[in-house]
């Protein structure tokens, strides 16, 4: 498969830093009606709330940064702020992108899925240093994300990134390396080049998450707070 064409990843990496200079920069972002950490503590306020709810509370939480498909690209949709995207997503000319259910091209694919997302900040949330700016840096480090034409589908739906007795531990892209889409080639089109699905770690991604958020300008403490509080998994 031919890589893409440098013009190819000079617009798919302008598409990326605009949504989130905009989602940083206009508070509320455009058309959100809650900025992103406050849809990040609307998770966190009520632990309580039924599986199902309360993943919904977290996919507000990555609408918010551009990692949805859905809705217009003004609004953060069509995966605007999705550092990852497959060879195939990044061909696909932007009139020809469509998240809507009817006439659907694109989807975003957690890779960290929702479910084993929660599950495993479950197990992480009663430490006594929990607040939101360890939160932020623990949501931002564990939720990857990746762009795909709306054929790409991963044979594998569950990730074991998080079990420290599993190959991909720390790995969240090892069951694409595992299990994968034939041909399928994920870039970050933040660097501009692919990355090696056997051995892209949370911490390769919390460091690119970082210099995203420092070249889109956001406000300092976006970029300061969380830096103490990281590590793999807590």
Not at 112 to 117: A, E, Q, S, Y
Request: with cysteine; hydrophobic share 35%; glycine share 4%.
């Amino acid at each position: 498969m031919e890589s893409p064409t440098d013009d190819e990843i000079k617009s798919e990496r302008k598409q990326l830093m605009d949504w989130w200079t905009r989602a940083f920069h206009d508070r509320p972002p455009v058309e959100e009606k809650l900025p992103v950490e406050e849809k990040l503590q609307a998770f966190l306020d009520d632990p309580h709330r039924p599986q199902r709810k309360q993943g919904d509370k977290l996919r507000h939480f990555h609408d918010a940064l551009g990692w949805k498909a859905k809705d217009s690209l003004k609004s953060g949709g069509l995966c605007a702020g999705t550092i990852f995207r497959t060879r195939d997503f990044i061909g696909m000319k932007q009139a020809e992108r469509c998240g809507s259910r009817k006439g659907q091209t694109v989807h975003i694919e957690h890779t960290v899925p929702i479910g084993d997302l929660r599950t495993q900040w479950l197990r992480v949330r009663e430490r006594p240093e929990v607040n939101l700016d360890f939160a932020w840096a623990w949501f931002l480090a564990h939720s990857v994300t990746t762009a795909m034409s709306h054929a790409e589908k991963p044979k594998s739906s569950t990730t074991s990134c998080f079990s420290s007795t599993s190959d991909s531990y720390c790995r969240p892209f090892r069951r694409y390396y595992d299990a994968p889409a034939t041909g399928m080639q994920v870039w970050s089109v933040f660097d501009r080049r692919p990355i090696d699905l056997r051995a892209f770690t949370f911490e390769d991604h919390w460091r690119t998450i970082l210099r995203v958020l420092r070249e889109a300008e956001a406000p300092s403490d976006f970029v300061t707070r969380p830096a103490e509080h990281f590590s793999p998994l807590r």
